[in-house]
């Protein structure tokens, strides 16, 4: 199969990547990150969570931040919503698109969302019903796709049985996410030619987390798989706060080098991301996860 020649990016920092952080981060801080990423030409970005705040402290403020952030025509700002609860307080700050997100484990699924797969999906139908209603379009999450923190392996067609749900039930596009970044090129190519059996390929995302250092190879294999949407992070900030060890989704700076070199149209510029990711690094008071970003600062 031949590479794709666009790919779409779904920036994921400010959610993904700071929902992670201990210290507090400003309302201000965010939103200049917020419109960094859309300044450097981001088309989709992530922008927080209606989640409960007793469960990830980090996220309390989305609705302020999507108060202030200049919202460029053309950008997508998307929220996760748990439930419906979370879905109403998201159309109440402006949200035109939310991400439901299940597990492909039972276990990941109890410890991250307190309820069973089949429990989270049933919590999703209000959810569809009511975006439908306002002309919301939904995304939808399935972590741990290639390896859980509590049970290990997770099995392809496990993965392909609740993306298919969430396809059916009305995600316009289902986001697969190595949570703890375990898999491998050759797994993630097995990943998606198992659910690609239930969910056409150009509905499939892929959302990789760097912690054993494949999430390049891993972008790569899906390539080659067909898989055009990716997760990325500013920085490579993240990790998820129900998976020990997840630290660091993929660093934006460096897919977007990546995928430059391969000739594949993002629209993104890469300087104008480095300098997004400096400030927000600078604002967290540590070096930046991109290795794009550090080999520029050392010439
Ligand atoms: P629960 O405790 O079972 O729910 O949590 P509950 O209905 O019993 O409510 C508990 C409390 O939360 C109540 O407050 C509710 O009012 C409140 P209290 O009476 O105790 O004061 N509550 C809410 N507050 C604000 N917004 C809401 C909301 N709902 C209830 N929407 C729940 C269930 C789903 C709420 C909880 O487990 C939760 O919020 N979990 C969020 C976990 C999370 O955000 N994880 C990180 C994102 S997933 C991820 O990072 C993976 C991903 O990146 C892909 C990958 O890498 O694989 C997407
Ligand atoms: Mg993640």
């Known amino acids: 199969m031949s590479l794709p020649s666009q790919v ?8 993904d990547g ?3 952080e201990a210290q507090p981060i400003s309302v201000a801080d965010k939103v200049q990150l917020v419109d960094a990423l859309s ?17 990830v402290p980090q996220m309390a403020g989305s609705a302020d931040v999507f108060a202030q952030i200049q919202r460029k025509p053309g950008v997508t700002y998307g929220a996760l919503a748990p439930n419906l609860r979370g879905f ?6 402006g949200v035109k698109e939310v991400a439901v997100f299940a597990a492909a484990s039972e276990a990941f699924s109890q ?13 999703f139908a209000p959810i569809m019903d009511a975006a439908k209603q306002h002309g919301v379009t939904v995304r939808g999450y399935v972590s741990c796709v290639l390896g859980c923190p509590y049970e290990g392996t997770v099995a392809p067609e496990q993965v392909a049985m609740v993306a298919r749900e969430l396809y059916a039930m009305g995600c316009y596009e289902v986001s697969l996410g ?16 198992v659910v690609s059996a239930q969910v056409p390929r150009d509905k499939l995302a892929g959302h990789f987390h760097d912690t054993y250092g494949q999430a390049m190879a891993n972008i790569y294999a899906s390539l080659l798989e067909g898989i055009s949407v990716f997760d990325s992070s500013i920085a490579g900030l993240g990790g998820c706060p129900y998976a020990k060890g997840a630290s660091g989704n993929v660093a934006t700076e460096d897919v977007v080098y990546l995928l430059n070199g391969l000739g ?11 300098a997004a990711g400096r400030q927000i690094s600078a604002v967290l008071g540590r070096p930046s996860g991109s290795r794009v970003a550090k080999a520029r600062s050392a010439q």
């Open 8 to 15: 779409r990016l779904i920036e994921v920092g400010p959610r």
């Open 18 to 20: 700071l929902q992670n």
């Open 39 to 55: 300044a450097a030409g981001l088309g989709y970005i992530e922008v927080g969570s209606f989640v409960s705040p007793k469960w």
């Open 88 to 93: 109403e307080e998201a159309i109440a700050a």
């Open 111 to 123: 410890r991250n969302i307190n309820c069973s797969i089949s429990e989270s999906l049933a919590r």
């Open 178 to 193: 190595d949570t703890i970044g375990t898999g491998t090129a050759g797994a993630t190519r097995r990943l998606f030619e």
């Open 264 to 274: 594949i149209e993002t629209g993104i510029d890469l300087d104008a991301l480095i």
